[in-house]
């Protein structure tokens, strides 16, 4: 198994990838079907979610659009290709507009060209299947060649999403350069504003906003110390008590539906990592230009499965808004009780113990971990794992972005996209 790309700059191991095979000129006929597609086989998420049953009520309408805010897409994948809206994508590094589709592609980092095969990949002979083949997405790029996302770059990014009719966004990732933005800070306030009103003018407009949970491992239920912002060099890092003042954006802003999960030490308990239990999608080899298949893990996994299935639901239900559209989701998933007393999903490590609170009724999943995990859509039991929706954290990231301390290894998974367009989830809290 071949290195997917350079992992300089990786602070943990939340990025773990290979490349299973590279890319075939010719590319064979759609089959329309899922298990059809030759690495469907190591596709574990999926029927883990019942695509099959799914994809027998809807692959997703092509009037559906993903907007995927990240750091592009590669335009010539042979599962990709056919699934862009070009038409819809840019770059919005710098809060600047830029349509060109070489703006939009990969430069430094393949992790949007991951995300995007998770919600879109096609049915078409090739590689791997999507959750909604049928739908579209659009590249919008937000993470700079450095790997950070600035305020400016994502306010762009909602409200171009906003403007070019977009259902769903999918962000997996949070705002640089500080983890968490502080609102009885006058350096952050300003930051927690304008995102604010972008996404609320992104909501007004029609869309469902899906941001990752992150992989920090913190309680935000209890007071902590943030002691990596800020995190470019901007000003000296400072050691801060995070208090219920200081939010995570975008996954804490109002409205905001969250996706915890992922973790490939979950089955072995903390050591080792298995990779065929992180998420295999497509990929993008940024330094040889090579497109491929390979595995990432962590919430930015769980965010496009959840932003999948939520395509699915108003592909079958076109008249559904925002908040009705998460509403939705949340009731068609199966709650499961939070575990009694200390909970710690990788023993064979320190400082993952928590104790969980809350009722089964709000437990609700999203995503995905290979035999069974915890994530959150709604309200979630509280515990090592366990968030709040609205209420969770930041996504893994590649050369300085997508970098965490440790991993989140409260993962679940996309239960069911069930016969007559239900969406069921199996929250595990986890047991």
Known sequence: ??????TTGLGTQLDDGGTLETVDATAQA???????????????????????EAHAVTTGSPNVVVGVLDSGISSTHPDLATQIAKDKSTSCLGGMIDTAEAAWNPTTSDHRTHVAGTIAAAINGVGVAGVAPGVKVASVKVVNDDGFIYPEAAVCGFIWAAEHG???TNNSYFIDPWEFN?????????????????????Q?????????????????????????????GSFPVEERTITGACVDLPAEAPGVVTAPGGDTRFRTGGSPS???????????????KTNGWGYKQGTSMSGPHAAGVAALALSAHPNMQPAALASFLQRT???????AGVYNPVPKLAGFEGTSSGGARNSVADTADRERGAAAFSLPCVGPGAVIVVRVQRSERTAGHYRRRATRSDS????????????????????
Not at 333 to 339: G, K, R
Not at 412 to 431: E, H, I, K, L, M
């Open 274 to 288: 298995t990779l065929p239990d992180a998420i295999l999608s497509t990929t993008f080899n940024t330094v040889t």
């Open 166 to 168: 977009m259902q769903i």
């Open 30 to 52: 759609a089959t329309g079907n899922p298990t059809g597609e030759p690495l469907w086989g190591l596709q574990w998420d999926m029927p883990q979610i019942h695509l099959p």
């Open 182 to 202: 502080c609102r009885n800070d006058a350096r952050q306030r300003p930051v927690w504003q304008a995102v604010q009103r972008a996404i609320r003018y992104s």
């Open 333 to 339: 998933a199966d709650a499961l009780p939070c575990p």
């Open 1 to 6: 198994m071949e290195s997917v790309a350079s």
């Open 412 to 431: 679940a998974a996309v239960r069911r996209a069930a016969p007559r367009s239900t969406v069921s989830f199996n929250r595990n809290c986890p047991s």
């Open 204 to 232: 007004n407009k029609g869309a469902l906003n899906i941001a990752s949970a992150g992989n920090s491992n913190v309680d935000l239920q209890h007071k902590f110390i943030d002691s990596g912002s800020p995190n470019d």
